[in-house]
């Protein structure tokens, strides 16, 4: 796999997408959480931070497919540079106006999460351009699956770590500008400035979700979702109960560490029924190599079983990107991509919302069990759907 991404890397610009993605990645992983930290201290209430952090959430999935419908109809270099600025300005403004009213946070949190460059989905479609050899592309879904990875652990502790030592404005501030920085240079890039989207077919307002193969898919993206946010509360919750609050990031990153190394070494297959029996297997897996963590065992031992559930992450991610590009109707490519992301966020939002009572009124392992329902419902969505996803994936590679 190390061979094919050397290959990947070595198209022109391929080295500067990567940066870039992952730039964007670590932004967004960090950008959250400094928001809390930074109205938490300015505001004294939690309340306040956590809500204008859902509404930072919730700007991002309401804005981003639009956003994503914009792209594939004019291109990506003006739609990325605007929300760029939407992005950038409101976060400047949450840090200029932190004893404003709570409704003109909520707003600014909101257009900051709408205008969040959807550069990860851009890149792809790049990709697709660039990438003739199908080996390449394939390989391209698997690196883009570990720097997701990447992103997931260095945002949150790189946040963490500049509010240790400077004021927390300084975290929303340079997460803000990561994320203008690296849209500016990636818009700048030729192959997006020459990108232009596949002629639309389908007209309806429905775009790609017109698709059932492809909704199907989004739906069990959201159920992985609740699996993320409610690992990340049983994390958080785990480490707590052992008296070790800080040790939830070496449990995350235990499970960030097995996603690497599944994403570098287990492979998806790449025909139409392959393909789709990898995406069934995989979201299986995910479920069983969930299971252990519903039992009671030390800090070390957890990490250990953290990295056991994430070994098919990062696979059944590659899975699920290939999947998504092979079903989305033409012309709605980085919208599909983004309805993915966006079901997956929202499913992270609900499974931290929901796990957080129930570990309250219960243990870590109610968040556990919680995960395991999120990767049943996708799987078993997998699985009722394989046919479906085969005869899509089928006509699509014919095609």
């Not at 400035?193 to 909704?215: D, M, T, Y």
């Not at 070496?250 to 994403?263: C, E, N, Q, Y």
């Not at 919302?353 to 968040?367: I, R, T, Y």
Request: overall charge positive; charged content about 10%.
């Amino acid at each position: 796999m190390i061979k094919r991404w050397r290959g990947v890397l070595a198209h022109p610009y391929a080295t500067r997408l990567v940066l870039t993605n992952l730039a964007v990645r670590v932004s967004a992983g960090a950008v959250v959480l400094s928001l809390v930290l930074f109205l938490e201290d300015t505001r004294g209430s939690f309340a306040a931070a956590g809500a204008v952090a859902g509404a930072y959430g919730i700007g991002t999935a309401l804005g981003s497919p639009p956003v994503g419908r914009l792209i594939d109809r004019f291109g990506q270099t003006w739609t990325l540079l605007a929300g760029a600025a939407v992005h950038g300005l409101s976060l400047v403004a949450v840090i200029a106006l932190p004893s404003a009213p709570l409704p003109v946070l909520l707003a600014l949190g909101a257009l900051a999460g709408a205008g969040r460059p959807p550069v990860p989905a851009c890149v792809r479609s790049l990709w697709i351009e660039m990438l003739r050899d199908e080996d390449e592309r394939r390989a391209s879904y698997r690196l883009e699956s570990v720097v997701l990875e990447l992103g997931f652990i260095a945002g949150p502790v790189l946040a963490g770590a500049m509010v240790a030592v400077l004021p927390a404005a300084w975290a929303v501030a340079a997460s803000a500008l990561v994320a203008v920085v690296a849209t500016l240079v990636f818009a700048a890039t030729p192959p997006s400035r020459a990108w232009r989207g596949e002629r639309r077919k389908e007209r309806g307002p429905a775009g790609p979700l017109s698709s059932p193969a492809l909704l199907s898919l989004i739906t069990a993206r959201a159920g992985i979702g609740v699996t993320i946010g409610a690992v990340q509360v049983g994390a958080a919750a785990a480490a707590t109960l052992g008296a070790a609050a800080g040790a939830s990031g070496i449990l995350l990153g235990g499970f960030a560490v097995g996603s690497l190394v599944g994403g570098m070494t287990l492979k998806v297959a790449h025909d139409a029924t392959a393909l789709t029996r990898s995406y069934l297997v995989f979201s299986v897996a995910m479920t069983a190599g969930l299971v252990p963590l519903l039992l009671p065992a030390d800090l070390w031992v957890l990490v250990a079983l953290f990295a056991v559930a994430g070994l098919s992450m990062a696979p059944l991610n590659a899975a699920a990107y290939e999947i998504t590009d092979l079903t989305a109707p033409p012309g709605t490519g980085t919208e599909a991509r983004i309805w993915t992301s966006t079901a997956t966020a929202g499913g992270t939002a609900l499974g931290s919302a929901v796990a957080g009572p129930l570990v309250d009124a219960s243990s870590p392992q109610s968040a556990f069990l919680l995960a395991v329902a999120g990767a049943l419902l996708a799987a078993v969505i997998a699985v009722s759907t394989r046919s479906l996803l085969r005869t899509r994936v089928t006509a699509a590679l014919i095609r």
